[in-house]
């Protein structure tokens, strides 16, 4: 049974800073390109990063700069590394194994002004 369990979301002030984890269980972890999404309230479901099985990283324009994806494949976790938080990144976070249908839970990011 595959697994993905999101932490390290919570209430950032504008400008700081949180990182995000993603431990994946049930699947071969290594294999997989994984993405990091994102969800704001009323609107649809974005890509935020994606990281290939050999580390290669690609970002959407509005966190490129300030977001950094990660993996560590010895522990089946992905990771984000988000800075200079906005208001803007308001939003539930998923990662997801890209090309499966497969979700982790979510986790709420507020970034209060």
């Known amino acids: 049974q595959v697994q993905l369990v999101e932490s390290g979301g919570g209430l950032v002030q504008a400008g700081g800073s949180l990182r995000l984890s993603c431990a994946a269980s049930?699947?071969?972890?290594?294999?997989?390109?994984m993405g990091w999404y994102r969800q704001a309230p009323g609107k649809v479901r974005e890509l935020v990063a994606t990281?290939?099985?050999?580390?290669?990283?690609v970002y959407s324009d509005s966190v490129k700069g300030r977001f950094t994806i990660s993996r560590d494949n010895a522990k089946n976790t992905l990771y984000l590394k988000m800075n200079s938080l906005k208001p803007e990144d308001t939003a539930v976070y998923y990662c997801?194994?890209?090309?499966?249908?497969?979700w982790g839970q979510g986790i709420q990011v507020t970034v209060s002004s």
């Open positions: 990281i290939s099985s050999g580390g290669t990283a």
């Open positions: 997801r194994p890209q090309g499966s249908l497969y």
């Open positions: 049930g699947l071969t972890f290594g294999i997989y390109t």
